[in-house]
């Protein structure tokens, strides 16, 4: 992993932490997975915007796999967005987190900075599902019981419906974090410094 210039080399410890990774991305998407189009517009876009920075940057037999897969959610999204009338399910939420982490390690092993790539694409979820989770670790709350503290939950609350939601998550993606993982991946801007210039406002 490179942080601001500097490459850090975690040898077997970076297997554990990968473990981790992906049992997080797995979980934090099932959290994220509760309004119509929501996990499917964000598969959608964090894949094809990953295509984009993997052709500019020359990387392109990276492109094929994230592709696929956007291709396959965005059949699904023509059915789940809302308002939805076929739902993604634990099976379907699960699936796509642990794929994404397996495409960002993957990424990674071609070029360090890929890994923060995909680490901005995926923004608006990681921010969040484990925002929200500190939070109630904070608070003393049951981690492990159902609730409905999420930040896209607060606003679909307050919205009275799935769309607004759904297409603000789509926007800022498109306007706000693409644009920044365009910055890291292709034109050379530090990886931590683009993830926390995506993630302090979010």
């Given at each position: 992993?490179?942080v601001?210039g500097v490459?850090?080399?975690?040898?077997w410890v970076?297997?554990?932490?990968a473990?981790?990774?992906l049992?997080?991305?797995?979980n934090l998407?099932n959290f994220?997975?509760?309004?119509?189009?929501?996990?499917?517009?964000?598969?959608?876009?964090?894949?094809?915007?990953?295509?984009?920075?993997?052709?500019?940057?020359?990387?392109?037999s990276l492109?094929?796999a994230?592709?696929?897969?956007?291709?396959?959610?965005l059949g699904?999204?023509?059915?789940?967005?809302p308002?939805?009338?076929?739902?993604m399910?634990?099976?379907?939420?699960g699936?796509?987190?642990i794929?994404?982490?397996?495409?960002?390690?993957?990424?990674s092993?071609?070029?360090?900075?890929?890994l923060?790539?995909?680490?901005?694409?995926?923004g608006v979820?990681?921010?969040?599902?484990?925002f929200?989770l500190?939070?109630?670790l904070m608070r003393?709350?049951k981690?492990y019981?159902?609730?409905?503290?999420?930040a896209?939950?607060?606003?679909s609350?307050?919205a009275?419906?799935?769309?607004p939601?759904?297409?603000?998550?789509?926007?800022?993606?498109?306007?706000?974090?693409?644009?920044?993982?365009?910055?890291?991946?292709?034109?050379?801007v530090?990886?931590m410094?683009g993830l926390l210039?995506?993630?302090v406002?979010?």
């Amino acid at each position: 992993v490179s942080v601001f210039g500097v490459t850090i080399d975690f040898g077997w410890v970076g297997h554990i932490i990968a473990a981790f990774y992906l049992v997080w991305l797995l979980n934090l998407y099932n959290f994220m997975d509760g309004i119509d189009g929501i996990a499917g517009v964000e598969a959608v876009t964090a894949c094809f915007g990953a295509c984009l920075i993997y052709w500019l940057g020359g990387f392109e037999s990276l492109v094929w796999a994230p592709l696929l897969l956007a291709a396959a959610v965005l059949g699904f999204l023509c059915w789940n967005f809302p308002p939805a009338r076929i739902f993604m399910g634990d099976a379907g939420s699960g699936f796509l987190g642990i794929i994404l982490g397996i495409f960002s390690l993957q990424a990674s092993s071609s070029a360090p900075q890929l890994l923060w790539v995909w680490l901005i694409l995926l923004g608006v979820f990681i921010v969040d599902a484990t925002f929200t989770l500190l939070r109630r670790l904070m608070r003393g709350d049951k981690v492990y019981e159902a609730h409905r503290s999420h930040a896209y939950q607060f606003a679909s609350r307050s919205a009275g419906r799935h769309l607004p939601v759904t297409v603000g998550v789509l926007m800022i993606n498109l306007l706000w974090l693409l644009p920044i993982a365009l910055s890291v991946g292709v034109w050379g801007v530090d990886g931590m410094l683009g993830l926390l210039i995506a993630y302090v406002p979010l």
